[in-house]
């Protein structure tokens, strides 16, 4: 596993992605031992059914460990028990957390849930929170598919570009974008950091791109 450093020395109990060497968490028995090391229990963690989406849900109306979790691509709390779960792999995992108050979001951003920004929507849900504010926020845009390997069909990527987003030539650059959304939203710049890893050719991960795999590495954060 990695741990996002800079995220847990700003204050979070834990930021953490799973990587190959902790198994495939999209499965129940690889999840749980992961979430043994993070000393967090399953009961603990809320999931979501990712459908590459904008919505973004409350822990509070999600079921922990339910086994049919909601369909979403985001979620938030202001609980300090409460685990945040999304899987990935090639999508990228985007982390928001307000230290005071306190309040964390994880979301699920791949092609299509950039194409609709979800960053914008996961900074509105927190600022939903009394005296949450964009610029009190600290974002963290984990390993994904690099513009280096996310190479589209040329109408996918004109989609892209005509939406303002960064392209260079067929390739999409998915964090360059969350980046510029993240910051149209009111994140202040000097706030965003953005692991410099690919995941389809930097290794260590599941990746959808270069392996075909439907194996995922999940992304977890706890106040
Ligand atoms: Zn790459």
């Not at 690099?146 to 030539?169: F, H, K, N, Q, R």
């Not at 959304?181 to 994140?187: D, K, P, R, S, T």
């Not at 953005?194 to 389809?200: E, R």
Request: overall charge negative.
């Amino acid at each position: 596993m990695i741990r996002f450093v800079t995220m847990e020395k700003a204050g979070l109990a834990v930021a953490a992605m799973s990587d190959k060497t902790d198994g495939n968490c999209g499965d129940a028995n690889a999840r749980e031992s992961f979430l043994e090391r993070l000393d967090i229990r399953p009961e603990q963690l809320v999931r979501l059914r990712q459908v590459h989406g904008v919505r973004v849900l409350d822990a509070d109306d999600v079921e922990p460990n339910a086994a049919t979790p909601p369909e979403a691509d985001g979620i938030i709390t202001t609980r300090r028990n409460i685990a945040l779960g999304i899987g990935v792999a090639d999508c990228a995992p985007v982390l928001l957390y307000h230290p005071a108050p306190p309040a964390v979001a994880v979301l699920h951003a791949g092609r299509e849930g950039t194409r609709h920004n979800i960053a914008a929507a996961g900074v509105r849900a927190l600022c939903t929170i009394p005296e949450v504010q964009p610029a009190g926020l600290l974002a963290l845009v984990g390993p994904c598919a690099g513009a280096c390997c996310y190479e589209v069909s040329a109408d996918m990527a004109a989609d892209w570009t005509a939406a303002g987003l960064p392209t260079t030539g067929r390739h999409l650059d998915i964090s360059g974008a969350i980046c510029a959304q993240l910051e149209y939203a009111g994140v202040i710049r000097h706030n965003i950091r953005v692991v410099p890893h690919c995941t389809v050719c930097g290794g260590g991960f599941y990746s959808y791109r270069a392996d075909k795999t439907s194996d995922r590495n999940l992304v977890v954060v706890m106040l």
